[in-house]
């Protein structure tokens, strides 16, 4: 048995290529943020250039690294890696200030480079092929300019213009969505360009983000979760699944006409029947548990109850209670936001089970960073879910900090 | 208490007698019970190329089935040895538990069978019986466990259930349990089957609705199974229960062979679907699982009965242990089955020469087996060989001269 910290009780794992690091006050600028691309322009033009400098520089490196251990301007590399991320952050609202144009520290979001250690020069032989996997995450989470689908930090970035237009301030959870993704980017991005040879690490707890979340009804926890993985059972789990899939969809029939009687009852009582509440959250911790073990985020085969307690991956839902008539009328257009913010983490978790299933079958073990992703994604789902299904009328929360351990993030400073 | 014993004694012989009753009636066809079918000489209608080359070609085919199945008992044999350790992959009760073990123990054979599926691909492919890609095969190869898995799981479903409720005489449950699966696949599976094309060739279609008719299933629909570009194996197939009930007919069938041979192969696939061997097939499976289960509920006592999923792994194994053992049973049914399913077919087109020259194109372009040894038949003679099958065309005719 495994046994790596959940990540309700894990520190900030170390030894990363670069740290994202959040000091922010959410307030935005209603003109920066109507024109944010126009403005992010000569930065993007002047970060086209500065990127074709930094892979030329990569390129001497790899040699300079297989010769001699180590590469040269290392500070002059970092400092691109920070740039990049303080426009990427510019540009998608993460961030308001205007940046500067030299990469300094000290930008609202910015990140902290691994300094210039000697590497293995096995690992930069191949650092191309190694990076692999970490760019395919990336690419999830990067800007994304015609792909066809989602990124994190496109699906945040469109919904936060609306928002930061409306309110004049950027709402925390897509702030630090955003930020742990261009925490990411930077990640790979360090590592890619041989700045370390450190491995990125997607955990979403390995970020600093500026202030603790807000509570939130529906919770996560993982506290039984291990990192060791059954390599026959990963080998087999979609097909393991199967029974599962077809019982959810049985029991999704029933869930569905559940809501949509628990819709009129809310609607004309302010609150949910408790029967059926309790019918439809039995469906959602379910569904959880299920995509928990088919996204290999958890390890064993799940029940068919959705009992509380009964699987390492545990949802805690709210009790009935009242709602907002307005919001339940129209929870489903409302819920549309967040479906968006959903289908781009359905891309992550996706690519987490694709890439766990290599890790677990071949290594046996599920990767601490690639599970706490899994678990941030699952998370979102539950709330997501919980919110669509009626079982609370509050808003799901997109930020990845929500599973941090509220006294240590409280602690932090800024 | 002596007389518990003897109404013991009298209802266990009560059942085996209806139990051997069920059995024979099953055992009847409508094949002539006094017809002997003559001996010949294969060469009197192949040449010894196309003998040999078949013969050839479904001897390893044969020998490599044999070793699958010993690797299949042997993972299994281990499996049950040690399976059971895999409940701690699970977090779900009693019969969810089982039924990953059951899935599991799958899992295990399907990669110990891996290499001699992948040979059997070889092989067909070496002779052009099999144009499928070896991407293609595998991906079609995993695929296939997706079936499997759901089948096992709803089976450990439903006997768990039972043998939690009635630890020593779910087995007399299981048979029925096994009916409604069954069934359930049977009757659903033609709806799977995806890619299916409505029968074109007017003439045919006229044949298949005449034959149908003729036989009682007048409704029954025929597709057309697109095979080109996965093999040159003429085929064809009776499938579904009731309503579901459908005739599937290869392409390559309706392209290389002569529309009167394209009509015996109709007439035998209806006759599947009008003397109800589906169900049949069903209902012999029914009896068969009885002593089976019987068996597997006296040996899983030592784990805890097979209402402890720590007992699944040693009941899949002594499943399939008997189920291999009762192989030359089924075939010996299998066979009667497709015995009368040609016999109906001479019947109604009372055309042997068809028949006898349908099945000449079987050894030629499908390299069937013109006459297998006494291993072969016990082990893979799902159907009557060639030889035989022609033999019935000239026993036919025999009796019914032009």
């Given at each position: 048995?495994d046994?790596?910290?959940?990540?309700?009780?894990a520190?900030a794992p170390?030894?990363?290529p670069?740290?994202v690091?959040v000091?922010d006050?959410l307030?935005?600028?209603?003109?920066?943020v109507?024109?944010r691309f126009?403005l992010?322009?000569p930065?993007?033009?002047f970060?086209?250039?500065?990127?074709?400098m930094?892979?030329?520089?990569a390129g001497f490196?790899?040699?300079?690294?297989?010769?001699?251990?180590r590469?040269v301007?290392h500070?002059l590399?970092?400092?691109y890696v920070?740039y990049f991320?303080?426009?990427v952050a510019?540009?998608?609202?993460?961030a308001?200030?205007f940046?500067g144009f030299?990469?300094e520290p000290?930008?609202?979001?910015?990140?902290e480079v691994?300094p210039g250690?000697r590497q293995s020069?096995?690992?930069?032989?191949?650092?191309l092929v190694l990076?692999i996997?970490a760019l395919?995450l990336?690419s999830?989470?990067?800007?994304?300019l015609g792909?066809?689908?989602?990124?994190l930090?496109?699906?945040?970035?469109?919904?936060?213009?609306?928002?930061?237009?409306a309110?004049g301030?950027m709402?925390?959870?897509?702030?630090?969505l955003?930020?742990?993704?261009?925490?990411?980017?930077?990640?790979?991005?360090?590592y890619?360009?041989l700045?370390?040879d450190?491995y990125?690490?997607?955990?979403?707890?390995?970020a600093?983000?500026?202030?603790?979340?807000?509570e939130?009804?529906?919770t996560?926890?993982?506290?039984g979760?291990?990192l060791?993985?059954?390599r026959?059972t990963?080998?087999f789990r979609?097909?393991?699944?199967?029974?599962?899939?077809?019982?959810?969809?049985?029991?999704s029939i029933?869930?569905?006409?559940a809501?949509?009687a628990?819709w009129?009852?809310t609607l004309?009582?302010?609150?949910?029947a408790?029967?059926?509440?309790?019918?439809t959250a039995?469906f959602?911790?379910?569904?959880?548990?299920?995509?928990?073990?088919l996204?290999?985020?958890?390890n064993?085969?799940?029940g068919?109850?959705?009992?509380p307690?009964s699987?390492p991956i545990?949802?805690s839902?709210?009790?009935?209670?009242?709602q907002s008539r307005w919001?339940?009328?129209f929870?489903?257009?409302?819920?549309i936001?967040?479906?968006?913010?959903?289908?781009?983490?359905a891309?992550?978790?996706?690519?987490?089970?694709?890439?766990g299933w290599?890790?677990?079958v071949f290594a046996?073990r599920?990767p601490?960073?690639?599970?706490?992703?899994?678990?941030?994604a699952l998370r979102?789902?539950a709330?997501?879910?919980?919110y669509?299904?009626?079982?609370?009328?509050?808003y799901?929360?997109s930020?990845p900090?929500?599973?941090?351990?509220?006294?240590?993030?409280?602690?932090?400073p800024? | 208490?002596?007389?518990?014993r003897?109404?013991?004694?009298l209802?266990?012989l009560?059942g085996a007698?209806?139990?051997?009753?069920a059995a024979?009636?099953l055992?009847?066809?409508?094949v002539?019970?006094d017809?002997?079918?003559?001996q010949?000489?294969p060469?009197q209608y192949l040449?010894g190329?196309?003998?040999?080359?078949?013969t050839?070609?479904q001897?390893?085919?044969?020998i490599n089935a044999l070793?699958?199945?010993?690797a299949?008992?042997?993972a299994?044999?281990?499996f049950?040895a040690r399976?059971?350790?895999?409940?701690r992959?699970s977090?779900a009760?009693?019969i969810g538990?089982?039924?990953?073990?059951?899935m599991?123990?799958l899992a295990?054979?399907?990669?110990a069978?891996?290499?001699?599926?992948l040979?059997?691909?070889?092989?067909?492919r070496?002779?052009?019986?099999?144009?499928l890609g070896y991407?293609?095969w595998?991906?079609?190869?995993?695929m296939q466990?997706?079936?499997?898995?759901?089948?096992?799981?709803l089976?450990?479903?439903?006997?768990?259930?039972?043998?939690?409720r009635?630890?020593r005489?779910?087995?007399l449950?299981?048979?029925?349990?096994l009916?409604?699966?069954?069934?359930?696949l049977a009757f659903?599976t033609?709806y799977l089957?995806?890619?299916?094309?409505?029968?074109?060739?007017?003439?045919?279609a006229?044949?298949?609705?005449?034959l149908?008719?003729a036989q009682?299933v007048?409704?029954t629909p025929v597709f057309v199974?697109?095979t080109l570009?996965?093999?040159s194996?003429?085929?064809a197939g009776?499938?579904?229960?009731?309503p579901?009930e459908?005739?599937i007919v290869?392409d390559?069938l309706?392209?290389?062979?002569?529309r009167?041979e394209?009509?015996?192969v109709l007439?035998h696939?209806?006759?599947h679907?009008?003397?109800?061997?589906i169900?049949k097939?069903?209902?012999?499976?029914?009896l068969?699982a009885?002593?089976?289960a019987?068996?597997?509920q006296?040996?899983t006592?030592?784990r805890g009965?097979?209402?402890?999923p720590a007992a699944v792994p040693l009941?899949?194994?002594?499943?399939t242990?008997?189920?291999?053992?009762a192989?030359?049973l089924q075939?010996?049914f299998?066979?009667?089955?497709?015995s009368e399913a040609?016999?109906?077919?001479?019947?109604?087109t009372?055309d042997p020469d068809?028949?006898t020259s349908?099945?000449?194109g079987?050894v030629d372009r499908g390299l069937a087996?013109?006459d297998?040894s006494?291993w072969?038949?016990?082990?893979?003679?799902?159907?009557?060989?060639?030889m035989r099958r022609i033999?019935m065309a000239?026993?036919?005719?025999?009796r019914n001269p032009?």
């Amino acid at each position: 048995m495994d046994s790596r910290p959940a990540p309700s009780a894990a520190p900030a794992p170390t030894g990363l290529p670069a740290r994202v690091l959040v000091d922010d006050d959410l307030r935005r600028s209603r003109l920066t943020v109507f024109f944010r691309f126009f403005l992010a322009l000569p930065h993007l033009v002047f970060l086209a250039l500065w990127s074709v400098m930094a892979v030329l520089i990569a390129g001497f490196n790899w040699f300079a690294i297989l010769f001699t251990g180590r590469a040269v301007a290392h500070d002059l590399q970092a400092r691109y890696v920070r740039y990049f991320a303080h426009v990427v952050a510019y540009l998608n609202l993460a961030a308001n200030p205007f940046p500067g144009f030299a990469g300094e520290p000290g930008y609202a979001v910015d990140v902290e480079v691994a300094p210039g250690d000697r590497q293995s020069r096995l690992k930069t032989a191949f650092r191309l092929v190694l990076a692999i996997p970490a760019l395919l995450l990336a690419s999830m989470f990067g800007p994304s300019l015609g792909s066809g689908y989602f990124t994190l930090i496109a699906a945040a970035a469109f919904l936060a213009w609306f928002a930061a237009l409306a309110l004049g301030r950027m709402p925390q959870g897509l702030r630090d969505l955003i930020a742990y993704a261009n925490g990411y980017l930077a990640q790979a991005g360090a590592y890619t360009l041989l700045l370390t040879d450190r491995y990125p690490s997607s955990d979403p707890l390995a970020a600093r983000y500026g202030a603790p979340a807000p509570e939130h009804p529906v919770t996560i926890t993982a506290e039984g979760s291990e990192l060791r993985r059954s390599r026959l059972t990963v080998f087999f789990r979609f097909f393991l699944a199967l029974p599962h899939l077809v019982w959810a969809f049985l029991w999704s029939i029933a869930v569905w006409l559940a809501v949509a009687a628990n819709w009129f009852v809310t609607l004309a009582r302010g609150r949910p029947a408790a029967p059926l509440h309790r019918f439809t959250a039995r469906f959602l911790r379910y569904w959880i548990h299920l995509t928990a073990y088919l996204y290999l985020v958890a390890n064993p085969f799940p029940g068919f109850a959705g009992r509380p307690g009964s699987y390492p991956i545990n949802v805690s839902l709210p009790e009935p209670g009242r709602q907002s008539r307005w919001m339940t009328a129209f929870r489903a257009i409302l819920a549309i936001p967040a479906m968006i913010v959903w289908s781009a983490l359905a891309n992550a978790l996706g690519l987490v089970a694709l890439l766990g299933w290599f890790t677990g079958v071949f290594a046996g073990r599920m990767p601490v960073g690639l599970r706490n992703l899994g678990v941030f994604a699952l998370r979102y789902q539950a709330q997501f879910g919980a919110y669509l299904l009626l079982l609370t009328d509050r808003y799901p929360y997109s930020g990845p900090s929500l599973e941090l351990p509220r006294e240590r993030e409280a602690s932090k400073p800024g | 208490m002596p007389a518990l014993r003897l109404w013991l004694v009298l209802l266990t012989l009560a059942g085996a007698t209806a139990w051997g009753a069920a059995a024979l009636a099953l055992w009847q066809t409508t094949v002539p019970g006094d017809l002997n079918l003559p001996q010949f000489d294969p060469a009197q209608y192949l040449s010894g190329a196309e003998i040999e080359r078949a013969t050839d070609y479904q001897r390893f085919l044969g020998i490599n089935a044999l070793l699958a199945a010993l690797a299949q008992l042997v993972a299994l044999g281990i499996f049950a040895a040690r399976g059971a350790r895999f409940a701690r992959e699970s977090a779900a009760g009693r019969i969810g538990t089982g039924m990953l073990l059951g899935m599991l123990a799958l899992a295990f054979v399907w990669i110990a069978q891996f290499p001699f599926a992948l040979a059997a691909t070889w092989w067909q492919r070496r002779y052009d019986i099999s144009d499928l890609g070896y991407l293609d095969w595998a991906i079609g190869y995993w695929m296939q466990a997706g079936g499997k898995f759901l089948f096992i799981s709803l089976a450990l479903l439903l006997v768990m259930a039972l043998a939690g409720r009635w630890p020593r005489g779910w087995w007399l449950g299981a048979a029925p349990a096994l009916v409604v699966i069954m069934g359930m696949l049977a009757f659903t599976t033609p709806y799977l089957m995806s890619e299916l094309k409505p029968l074109r060739d007017e003439g045919v279609a006229a044949d298949a609705q005449r034959l149908a008719e003729a036989q009682g299933v007048s409704d029954t629909p025929v597709f057309v199974e697109d095979t080109l570009g996965l093999t040159s194996a003429p085929n064809a197939g009776a499938a579904g229960l009731g309503p579901s009930e459908r005739v599937i007919v290869w392409d390559n069938l309706l392209e290389r062979f002569e529309r009167s041979e394209t009509e015996i192969v109709l007439a035998h696939e209806l006759a599947h679907l009008s003397r109800g061997h589906i169900a049949k097939k069903i209902a012999w499976l029914a009896l068969l699982a009885i002593p089976i289960a019987f068996i597997a509920q006296r040996t899983t006592r030592s784990r805890g009965g097979l209402g402890d999923p720590a007992a699944v792994p040693l009941a899949v194994f002594v499943v399939t242990a008997m189920l291999l053992v009762a192989l030359p049973l089924q075939n010996a049914f299998s066979q009667r089955l497709e015995s009368e399913a040609d016999w109906v077919a001479l019947e109604q087109t009372r055309d042997p020469d068809a028949t006898t020259s349908l099945f000449q194109g079987f050894v030629d372009r499908g390299l069937a087996a013109p006459d297998r040894s006494w291993w072969q038949e016990l082990a893979i003679g799902t159907h009557p060989s060639i030889m035989r099958r022609i033999a019935m065309a000239e026993a036919w005719r025999e009796r019914n001269p032009p």
